[in-house]
C-alpha cells in the first residue's frame, strides 16, 4: 500500500509536555567532571543516537555519522592531542587570566565511559544539495542540530554530555582515521552523573556569566540595544 504524502493535523502537546521540554533545554549542562564509570546500556544508547538522527538536515542530506570510542589506548591518544592544544590555547589569553584557564576541566575523555566523534559527510547527496546550492555550510549546521538533539534526549534519559571543542583538526582525523571529505564537527564524552551545576558550570567559577536575553533581541535590522 503506497503510503499517503498529505500532511496530517499537528498534535498540540500538553501543558505538562510542553514544560518538560523547556525543564531539559534549562537543564542542560556541559559536563567534563562528573562522570560516572558506568557503561551505557546499549537500548539507552540507541534512543539518544535515534533523537540525533531525527534532527532537520538541508536537502534531507543526513550527512552525520557517529565514531562510537571505548577503547582506552585510543582516547589516551585523544587525550594527549587536547593536552598539547590546550596548553596552546592557555598561551593566547591574557597572563592575568592563564592561571584561571589552567584551574578549568575542560574536558572528560578518558574519565567518561563513551567518546562519541560526530563527522559531516560533504559529499553526502551528490555535489548540488537542495538547499545548500547558496550557502555550502548547511549540511554542517544540520550536523549541528544533530548534535542539540543528542544532547537533550542525553539530559532527559539522565546521561551527562560534554563537548570537547579544544583540539587541532589533523590530530583527531590522524587517530581516527578520517577521510579528507568528511568534517569533524564534534568530539562528544558521555555517561551518567550523580550531580550536575545548576547553571553552566563557566558561569559557575565566574568565568563569564549569561547575557540577558533583551540585550540580543533586534527588530527589523541590526540594531544592538544601547549599553
Same mark, same amino acid.
Given at each position: 500500500?503506497?503510503?499517503?504524502?498529505?500532511?496530517?493535523?499537528?498534535?498540540?502537546?500538553?501543558?505538562?509536555? #510542553?514544560?518538560?521540554?523547556?525543564?531539559?533545554?534549562?537543564?542542560?549542562?556541559?559536563?567534563?567532571?562528573?562522570?560516572?564509570?558506568? *557503561?551505557?546500556?546499549?537500548?539507552?544508547?540507541?534512543?539518544?543516537?535515534?533523537?540525533?538522527?531525527?534532527?532537520?538536515?538541508?536537502?534531507?542530506?543526513?550527512? /552525520?555519522?557517529?565514531?562510537?570510542?571505548?577503547?582506552?589506548?585510543?582516547?589516551?591518544?585523544?587525550?594527549?592531542?587536547?593536552?598539547?592544544?590546550?596548553?596552546?590555547?592557555?598561551?593566547?589569553?591574557?597572563?592575568?587570566?592563564?592561571?584561571?584557564?589552567?584551574?578549568?576541566?575542560?574536558?572528560?575523555?578518558?574519565?567518561?565511559?563513551?567518546?562519541?566523534?560526530?563527522?559531516?559527510?560533504? $559529499?553526502?547527496?551528490?555535489?548540488?544539495?537542495?538547499?545548500?546550492?547558496?550557502? #555550502?555550510?548547511?549540511?554542517?549546521?544540520? $550536523?549541528?542540530?544533530?548534535?542539540?538533539?543528542?544532547?537533550?534526549?542525553?539530559?532527559?534519559?539522565?546521561?551527562?554530555?560534554?563537548?570537547?571543542?579544544?583540539?587541532?583538526?589533523?590530530?583527531?582525523?590522524?587517530?581516527?582515521?578520517?577521510?579528507?571529505?568528511?568534517?569533524?564537527?564534534?568530539?562528544?564524552?558521555?555517561?551518567?552523573?550523580?550531580?550536575?551545576?545548576?547553571?553552566?558550570?563557566?558561569?559557575?567559577?565566574? /568565568?563569564?556569566?549569561?547575557?540577558?536575553?533583551?540585550?540580543?533581541?533586534?527588530?527589523?535590522? /541590526?540594531? *544592538?540595544?544601547?549599553?
Amino acid at each position: 500500500m503506497q503510503q499517503s504524502t498529505e500532511p496530517k493535523p499537528a498534535r498540540a502537546f500538553s501543558p505538562a509536555e #510542553r514544560q518538560a521540554l523547556y525543564d531539559i533545554i534549562a537543564a542542560r549542562r556541559d559536563v567534563r567532571n562528573e562522570f560516572l564509570p558506568d *557503561p551505557i546500556a546499549p537500548d539507552l544508547l540507541l534512543r539518544i543516537l535515534r533523537a540525533a538522527h531525527a534532527a532537520p538536515s538541508v536537502g534531507f542530506m543526513q550527512p /552525520w555519522n557517529f565514531i562510537l570510542i571505548r577503547d582506552e589506548t585510543r582516547r589516551a591518544q585523544i587525550r594527549d592531542a587536547f593536552a598539547t592544544a590546550n596548553e596552546e590555547a592557555a598561551a593566547m589569553f591574557p597572563p592575568d587570566r592563564q592561571a584561571d584557564y589552567r584551574a578549568l576541566k575542560l574536558e572528560g575523555i578518558t574519565k567518561a565511559p563513551l567518546n562519541i566523534a560526530v563527522t559531516c559527510d560533504r $559529499t553526502r547527496g551528490g555535489k548540488v544539495v537542495l538547499g545548500r546550492t547558496h550557502n #555550502r555550510d548547511m549540511d554542517l549546521y544540520s $550536523t549541528v542540530c544533530a548534535v542539540q538533539n543528542l544532547w537533550l534526549a542525553a539530559r532527559a534519559e539522565g546521561v551527562g554530555v560534554g563537548w570537547v571543542s579544544i583540539f587541532r583538526a589533523e590530530d583527531l582525523r590522524t587517530i581516527l582515521g578520517i577521510p579528507d571529505h568528511v568534517e569533524i564537527v564534534a568530539y562528544l564524552c558521555l555517561g551518567h552523573v550523580e550531580e550536575l551545576f545548576d547553571k553552566p558550570e563557566l558561569a559557575a567559577r565566574g /568565568w563569564r556569566q549569561r547575557l540577558s536575553l533583551e540585550s540580543l533581541i533586534m527588530e527589523e535590522h /541590526w540594531s *544592538p540595544a544601547e549599553d
